[in-house]
């Protein structure tokens, strides 16, 4: 996992890999419990320079007070979450899950968002064939591509730890996000690499090194065990958990991404927890092992 | 999935594909409720020729009852599990896990075995270093080889799903059981298929027909949601998920696996249910399906 084929990247071990916390975001699932002008108050007193934004907390206040919210915060937007879903195969659903990624899309581009996360979605209901799912996945992203490039979106595939297949993303590694990003042109598709959902992988380092060009989002979260009930809420603060985190990012940074990296925690302890704790917290470890 | 190069195995859909009952076997963990001697019985009752075998309930009775009551029964013995956990870095916890695997081989040579099946281990305490952890399994398989080759035991290396990886296999992929297996003599080291793991790979086509020649051991068990809050009980009846059977089943077949397939459930409803019941049903499901 070290920096083969990164020339120029300087990277030579865990602290020289690093991201700087000037590429430090705030993915607002990690306060969930804050309106989107608080967390972009939070980052803004955090000094966390940009922020990921959901798109329910986007619909709560509209799209142009969402603008001008994080503008006037003078926050970057790393990420839109998120679009994806595609994986209904009855014709209202279809058409439901295009024209709702069709208006992720024009959210994304008035956010200015470096990325609209894609998350694919699971089986079809009452279907067993992956194939079929993969494919609609497939066909769905390319029926976005025009609209993406349009309006100068990127989409940004991810894919979910195969433990979510049936019932969120039938996308399961890195190395399926890059074979489908690759048959779409690179300004308009990439993909989105997030230490949670991956970091288990044997073909991490390779699928990453593929990936080189294509990558379009650093999402981070740890795994924390044991796994609890909801199996969605099992993410930890990076450094809580097995993650080994520095070998993920000198491969993310040797591959030519320069963006922001997200930290990205579901768990409702630290929903629970003050966001100005949980803020302190994102910025210390980021710093220390990111 | 489809059989190409599967030479006289006769594969043309799901029916001709499958096994005939004459290759069932039922792992005793379906049936985790019984003693060895109640769940040999239960297999004669319901003419289930093959038994999978798990070594806490041989040492309940010692080897030697083990190996007359399933002879006794007239009984296949398509595994013994299981070995492996390889990934203790402490030299006592070393010596400990290759001292349990020596004894494994030795039972599972005394019970005729197919196959001993190998769980790997997860990461080693309080490192995160998954290539360490993974290095470990390799050379732990590399010193039972002689000992597997002299008692005529072939080792069965088994991926378990990766959301187990951090605490009980760091081997996460068919793929990494078929590069493993392939550093070390085949009549020692296969793989063993069981679909709860390994359904939602892209690759598993792929994977499977790579290990042609390697395959010890075919286990199924379906994929139900939602996860229980013990993820380790969360496989189901086969046709109660969302796995779809046949073309796993055909690709296995085409690789020229022609043992014995083991319906392994782990899952507190089923052990609260009259074992014949479960084994009836076992029964049904099998021969519709697999």
Not at 78 to 107: I, K, M, P, Q
Not at 184 to 202: E, I, L, M, R, S
Not at 227 to 234: A, F, K, M, R, S
Request: glycine content about 12%.
């Amino acid at each position: 996992m070290t920096g083969a084929g990164g020339a120029g990247t300087g990277v030579a071990g865990a602290d020289a890999a690093g991201f700087g916390l000037e590429r430090l975001s705030l993915n607002q699932a990690t306060v969930k419990q804050l309106s989107l002008a608080d967390a972009a108050a939070l980052c803004v007193r955090h000094g966390i320079p940009a922020i990921g934004v959901w798109r329910d907390r986007v619909a709560e206040v509209g799209l142009d007070r969402a603008v001008a919210t994080v503008r006037a915060a003078g926050l970057h937007v790393s990420s839109l979450c998120r679009g994806g879903f595609f994986t209904r195969a009855d014709d209202e659903g279809h058409r439901e899950a295009l024209a709702d990624n069709r208006a992720a899309v024009v959210e994304a581009a008035a956010l200015g968002a470096d990325t609209l996360v894609l998350v694919c979605g699971g089986l079809v209901p009452d279907r067993r064939d992956l194939g079929l799912a993969r494919r609609m996945v497939a066909d769905a992203i390319g029926a976005m591509v025009p609209e993406a490039q349009r309006l100068g979106v990127r989409l940004g595939i991810e894919a979910l730890h195969p433990m979510f297949c049936a019932d969120r993303s039938v996308i399961s590694s890195l190395g399926e996000t890059v074979d489908l990003a690759l048959q779409f042109p690179a300004d308009a598709v990439g993909v989105v690499v997030d230490t949670y959902n991956v970091w288990w992988d044997a073909r991490l380092a390779d699928e990453i090194a593929r990936a080189a060009g294509r990558i379009v989002g650093y999402q981070v979260g740890d795994w924390v065990l044991p796994l609890p009930q909801d199996t969605l809420l099992g993410r930890g603060h990076v450094g809580d958990g097995v993650i080994d985190f520095p070998p993920i990012t000198a491969a993310v940074r040797a591959a030519g991404y320069a963006g922001y990296v997200e930290v990205e925690i579901f768990n409702a302890d630290v929903w629970a927890a003050p966001a100005d704790q949980t803020a302190t917290k994102v910025r210390e470890r980021f710093a220390a092992i990111c």
